[in-house]
T-cell receptor, first 118, second 112 residues
Framework: GAVVSQHPSWVICKSGTSVKIECRSLDFQATTMFWYRQFPKQSLMLMATSNEGSKATYEQGVEKDKFLINHASLTLSTLTVTSAHPEDSSFYIC??????????????FGNGTRLTVT | AQSVTQLGSHVSVSEGALVLLRCNYS??????LFWYVQYPNQGLQLLLKYTTGATLVKGINGFEAEFKKSETSFHLTKPSAHMSDAAEYFCAVSYTGNQFYFGTGTSLTVIP
């Protein structure tokens, strides 16, 4: 089945630094990837949709300059949290939509990244 | 607007008891329906999905769900809970394949 690899699985950084999270589709091409943020005991909040070769589409309320998304190739999307602050600490998950598999196929999720900003 | 409602943010069952996690959607057009499970500090894993055909869908780990159009529901069940079933469960719907809507999740606790 389709596999999405997300790296790193956890990261601790100091306030003011930037952190990059990678999301790779291992055995399929993903022209689109979704980035979610999940707070403890809550559902997934869609942050943005990255599109290969074009600008990402951000959801309302998500700071574009803070959460930089780049979809450089058909198998790689990255999320960079710039000038991180403790309130950015969260669980970030990427996923790829069915795409060519068909519209009734499920999302393929990465295993998430636990970000802690000290 | 399309939405997904999961009644009960926390459900506790005894080991061996029936598991019932509720999910309702709100739209006039039946969506594609999914149940995902999430273990701590992990991504989401697909349990089962309904697209077309038989309304009773069987998934992994002994779970199943029944699509009831008249009730706009897609409740998740398992006849006998196991300790390893303790996790967060999310119901999700999709209409276009590129836009998914998630419920708020239900945390399942299994009591030994």
């Amino acid at each position: 089945g389709a596999v999405v690899s997300q790296h790193p699985s956890w990261v601790i950084c100091k306030s003011g630094t930037s952190v990059k999270i990678e999301c790779r589709s291992l055995d399929f091409q993903a022209t689109t990837m979704f980035w979610y943020r999940q707070f403890p005991k809550q559902s997934l909040m869609l942050m943005a949709t990255s599109n290969e070769g074009s600008k990402a589409t951000y959801e309302q309320g998500v700071e574009k300059d803070k959460f930089l998304i780049n979809h450089a190739s058909l198998t790689l999307s990255t999320l960079t949290v710039t000038s991180a602050h403790p309130e950015d600490s969260s669980f970030y998950i990427c996923s790829a939509p069915p795409g060519q598999e068909g519209y009734n196929s499920p999302l393929h999720f990465g295993n998430g990244t636990r970000l802690t900003v000290t | 607007a399309q939405s997904v409602t999961q009644l009960g943010s926390h459900v506790s069952v005894s080991e061996g008891a029936l598991v019932l996690l509720r999910c309702n959607y709100s739209s006039s057009v039946p969506p594609y329906l999914f149940w995902y499970v999430q273990y701590p500090n992990q991504g989401l894993q697909l349990l089962l999905k309904y697209t077309t055909g038989a309304t009773l869908v069987k998934g992994i780990n002994g779970f199943e769900a029944e699509f009831k159009k008249s009730e706009t529901s897609f409740h998740l069940t398992k006849p006998s809970a196991h300790m390893s079933d303790a996790a967060e469960y999310f119901c999700a719907v999709s209409y276009t394949g590129n836009q998914f809507y998630f419920g708020t999740g239900t945390s399942l606790t299994v009591i030994p």
